[in-house]
């Protein structure tokens, strides 16, 4: 008994013994293979990353933002998982080459050279550690074309004054490698807007490529304006044309303005911000042989804007927002336009300024303190020809300046938003209602002339008690100066975009009327420029 105790014993020793060194080997096998896959193949550190540079020195602008990845990575490889280039490399190298898709036509420096890495059958591949900083290189390459776009010191300079995106390279790198789809949208890294563009670009690129973008025919000497039950060759040139970009569900080929060409009209009129009717001028003709390269190049220009605009922006409960070429106003609340106004704004010698502020207060029934320019430059010499242009006007003089009196014919209308800036610019109601019914609206001193500003009054206060609507519509009686003090301030972001999409997908585009898109078009494309890095 007791020899089978003691055989019973070494067997269940020896057992576990071999179930242990089993285990220990099959541990250290699996443990041997992770650390092949996180253990950085590659040696990185500050000098060979300097001398990367001086081989490359295309780059060297890059340069900064590497150093800066590899050393929060404590100099281990990125790109590299054992001795081949990761997914996410690849799947970045993908983008790259579509970056035309993204609307942007900057060229990657040593293209050639990242080519041959993905190349497998390449007689010649860069090494790893070249390779390794080449695609990091590509990484802020690409992250600050489509994420960034033009440094914040060239935005002063072409008069770009909202708040400045900030953005991290190693964060975002991080962000991407956790979830490789955010490549393809990040509502996070781009204002939505951006991704609306971007369907609209390979919309417009495609009508390009098959070529359906076909000239509209009119003999310049004895054109007259179609209207409806008009028969004409060009009618059934426009009708196709409103069927390819969509404006018309079905082209019937038919050459006679009827009810279905009608409604399509009214629909381009609209997207264009045209005067709403059916005549088709020789002005709109004109508009729609403009080449299709251009409608292109207007929806590259404003995603290159959406690039600028912080993404919290958007976010926000309550805001305004102006789009000075559109000549509109939109009060969003809770991510949806509670209100939607036609404005107008300044003119080419007194151009409103893009910049953003916070509406502290509204004034009702507010005197119009004259700007000293103004007073210079007009009011004087009309003063000189009329002494009684003052009291005629219902001005007086206030302490060595000219102020106008409330009420109905003062130029500030029966109401102004406040939001403090150093170019003294607000918006307010307008006497001048006739002046909305023009296409383009470029009539003030800079300021913006709001249309439905009572409304804009009421929708900003409907949730405060103290003032309800009957308190508003005594304050705006004309007779007294009466200021609210908004309980929240109110985020004001004055824009300037030349093609918006809408929420449903339509592409809405609006005249170029401080020529902004020339200038930027020939900033990116045409004059060297700085983008963010």
């Given amino acids: 008994m007791r020899n089978f105790t003691s055989s019973l014993i070494i067997v269940t020793v020896s057992f576990f013994a071999f179930s242990f060194n089993s285990f220990s080997n099959s541990a250290k096998s699996k443990a041997d293979i992770t650390n092949s896959k996180t253990v950085s193949v590659i040696t990185l550190d500050a000098a060979s990353i300097n001398a990367f540079f001086k081989k490359y020195p295309k780059l060297k602008k890059y340069q900064k933002d590497v150093e800066g990845i590899y050393k929060a990575k404590d100099y281990k490889s990125i790109w590299y998982d054992d001795k081949s280039i990761t997914e996410f490399g690849s799947l970045l190298y993908q983008k790259v080459n579509v970056l035309k898709d993204q609307g942007i036509e900057e060229k990657m420096p040593y293209k050639e050279q990242i080519d041959e890495a993905f190349n497998e059958s390449a007689s010649s591949k860069p090494s790893q550690l070249d390779t390794e900083l080449l695609l990091t290189s590509m990484y802020v390459f690409y992250a600050s074309n489509v994420y960034s776009g033009v440094d914040p010191a060239t935005l002063k300079k072409i008069g770009w004054y909202l708040p400045a995106k900030s953005i991290s390279y190693t964060h975002i790198l991080d962000s991407l490698m956790v979830d490789s789809d955010r490549l393809d949208k990040d509502d996070n890294l781009l204002f939505s807007q951006y991704y609306r563009l971007k369907d609209a670009l390979k919309k417009y690129r495609k009508i390009e490529t098959d070529n359906l973008w076909q000239k509209i025919t009119i003999d310049s000497a004895t054109f007259k304006d179609l209207r409806p039950d008009d028969t004409a060759i060009a009618i059934k040139q426009i009708r196709n044309r409103l069927f390819v970009v969509g404006d018309l569900k079905q082209d019937s080929g038919s050459d006679i303005y009827d009810e279905e060409l009608m409604a399509g009209v009214l629909n381009y009129k609209k997207r264009y911000n045209l005067k709403?009717?059916?005549?088709?001028?020789?002005?709109?003709?004109?508009?729609?042989?403009?080449?299709?390269?251009?409608?292109?190049?207007?929806?590259?220009?404003?995603?290159?804007?959406?690039?600028?605009?912080?993404?919290?922006?958007?976010?926000?409960?309550?805001?305004?927002?102006?789009?000075?070429?559109?000549?509109?106003?939109?009060?969003?609340?809770?991510?949806?336009?509670?209100?939607?106004?036609?404005?107008?704004?300044?003119?080419?010698?007194?151009?409103?300024?893009?910049?953003?502020?916070?509406?502290?207060?509204?004034?009702?029934?507010?005197?119009?303190?004259?700007?000293?320019?103004?007073?210079?430059?007009?009011?004087?010499?009309?003063?000189?020809?009329?002494?009684?242009?003052?009291?005629?006007?219902?001005?007086?003089?206030?302490?060595?300046?000219?102020?106008?009196?409330?009420?109905?014919?003062?130029?500030?209308?029966?109401?102004?938003?406040?939001?403090?800036?150093?170019?003294?610019?607000?918006?307010?109601?307008?006497?001048?209602?006739?002046?909305?019914?023009?296409?383009?609206?470029?009539?003030?001193?800079?300021?913006?002339?709001?249309?439905?500003?009572?409304?804009?009054?009421?929708?900003?206060?409907?949730?405060?008690?103290?003032?309800?609507?009957?308190?508003?519509?005594?304050?705006?009686?004309?007779?007294?100066?009466?200021?609210?003090?908004?309980?929240?301030?109110?985020?004001?972001?004055?824009?300037?975009?030349?093609?918006?999409?809408?929420?449903?997908?339509?592409?809405?585009?609006?005249?170029?009327?401080?020529?902004?898109?020339?200038?930027?078009?020939?900033?990116?494309?045409?004059?060297?420029?700085?983008?963010?890095?």
């Fill in 276 to 533: 709403i009717n059916y005549a088709l001028t020789r002005d709109i003709i004109n508009q729609m042989n403009e080449p299709i390269s251009k409608r292109i190049r207007t929806i590259m220009l404003n995603m290159e804007r959406c690039r600028w605009i912080p993404t919290k922006l958007a976010k926000a409960e309550e805001y305004v927002m102006v789009n000075i070429p559109s000549f509109r106003l939109f009060y969003v609340k809770d991510g949806k336009y509670d209100l939607v106004s036609d404005i107008f704004v300044g003119n080419r010698l007194s151009e409103t300024v893009i910049f953003s502020g916070n509406m502290d207060r509204i004034v009702f029934s507010p005197y119009w303190y004259v700007p000293t320019s103004i007073i210079q430059n007009e009011l004087k010499l009309q003063i000189a020809n009329d002494k009684n242009y003052l009291a005629d006007h219902n001005m007086e003089w206030n302490g060595g300046k000219v102020r106008q009196k409330p009420g109905p014919k003062n130029s500030l209308g029966l109401v102004k938003f406040m939001f403090p800036n150093p170019n003294d610019i607000y918006m307010h109601d307008t006497p001048a209602k006739s002046l909305f019914e023009f296409e383009k609206r470029t009539f003030s001193h800079g300021c913006i002339n709001v249309k439905e500003a009572k409304q804009l009054a009421l929708h900003i206060l409907k949730d405060d008690p103290d003032w309800p609507v009957d308190k508003i519509d005594s304050a705006m009686s004309g007779e007294k100066e009466t200021t609210c003090m908004l309980k929240r301030k109110i985020p004001v972001y004055i824009g300037y975009f030349t093609c918006w999409v809408q929420d449903n997908g339509e592409v809405n585009f609006f005249p170029d009327v401080y020529d902004r898109d020339q200038s930027l078009d020939k900033l990116i494309y045409n004059d060297a420029v700085t983008m963010r890095d």
